[in-house]
């Protein structure tokens, strides 16, 4: 939500009064200092308070200022983006669509030809379910739709969607589950983990390879752990992915696609529904881990 105008406009207008006033007594204390002393020492200690007061109104605009040059480069970054994920697979539709109807093509030609619109239409998909689901991070839950979700189904059902995306053997993500629920709605749970093993494949090695672990940890927590093969996080950027529209480097020139919102659901869902998220290095090894701990029970306690 960008940062709305009244605030930093009242504080300029706070810090102008300030100063005027600060000017004003200044030259009257200039002018009468010589006969009333006490005056200009009344007035001095005002004159002080006021510029302290101006000080603090130049930083705080400063932060607002700074606050709202980030948003603006996010939004930037987020509106190329989006352009970028809306013309590509449309152009390549057109482009297809075109050879179909003005050139005579073979069937395996056709064949590969659908099946590259098929991705494209998966590509336009994507984008509009990510929208989708950034506009619903505003519905606050209804009791009615919160139920005891059963974890592994979910991870099984988010690792066989991603891997027929992207068109890889089920092998490439390995599943360790124990049986668990945690108490949520289901579209949340499903946000969470689809956007987290997406990403996995997305952003993993030249060969994916993705592992998922989900198991109890202590007393009425369920640990879930996305493990990837990729070039791994910086630790100073491991927050930032987090905000939203924010995705690493040039968005001009990424190969990757996306619109910066994926993480942002994620952080959004797993504190709404009282849990946390932490990445991690993988040692000596190159890639990422997300830890994403939330209220739950092993399957067998939650059916008692």
């Known amino acids: 939500m960008r940062t709305s105008l009244g605030w930093p406009i009242t504080l300029a207008v706070v810090m102008i009064v300030l100063v005027v006033t600060l000017l004003v007594g200044w030259v009257i204390v200039t002018v009468r200092q010589a006969d009333q002393s006490n005056i200009y020492w009344a007035v001095l200690a005002v004159g002080t308070v006021f510029l302290v007061l101006v000080l603090v109104g130049v930083v705080l605009y400063l932060v607002i200022s700074v606050k709202e040059i980030r948003l603006n480069q996010r939004q930037s970054n987020f509106i190329d983006s989006v352009t970028h994920e809306l013309k590509s697979p449309i152009a390549s539709l057109k482009l297809y669509l075109q050879t179909l109807n003005r050139r005579n093509v073979t069937e395996k030609q056709q064949a ?39 974890l592994p189904a979910v991870l099984r059902s988010c690792a066989e969607t991603a891997c027929q995306r992207y068109r890889l053997p089920p092998e ?27 990403n996995a494949i997305k952003y993993g090695g030249a060969e ?8 109890v940890n202590g007393s009425n927590l369920v640990l879930t752990r996305i493990i990837d093969n990729g070039p791994g996080i910086p630790a100073k950027l491991r927050r930032k992915i987090f905000r939203r529209f924010v995705r690493l480097g040039n968005e001009l020139e990424r190969s990757k696609t996306g619109t910066g919102l994926g993480l942002f659901i994620v952080s959004t869902l797993v504190k709404r529904l009282h849990g946390q998220i932490h990445v991690r290095e ?23």
Request: net charge negative.
């Open 172 to 198: 490439t993500i390995e599943l360790k589950l124990s049986p668990a629920t945690v108490r949520a709605r289901q579209i949340d749970i499903e946000m969470v983990f689809r956007n987290l093993v997406d």
């Open 282 to 304: 993988r040692g000596t090894q190159s890639g990422t881990i997300f830890e994403i701990e939330l209220p739950g029970k092993a399957a067998a306690e939650a059916a008692d």
């Open 112 to 150: 590969d030809f659908y099946r590259f619109m098929l991705g494209d239409v998966e590509r336009l998909d994507t984008l509009i379910n990510h929208m989708l689901d950034a506009a619903r991070l505003d519905q606050q839950p209804v009791e009615a739709d919160i139920t005891d979700v059963d």
């Open 208 to 215: 994916p390879a993705v592992q998922v672990e989900s198991y």
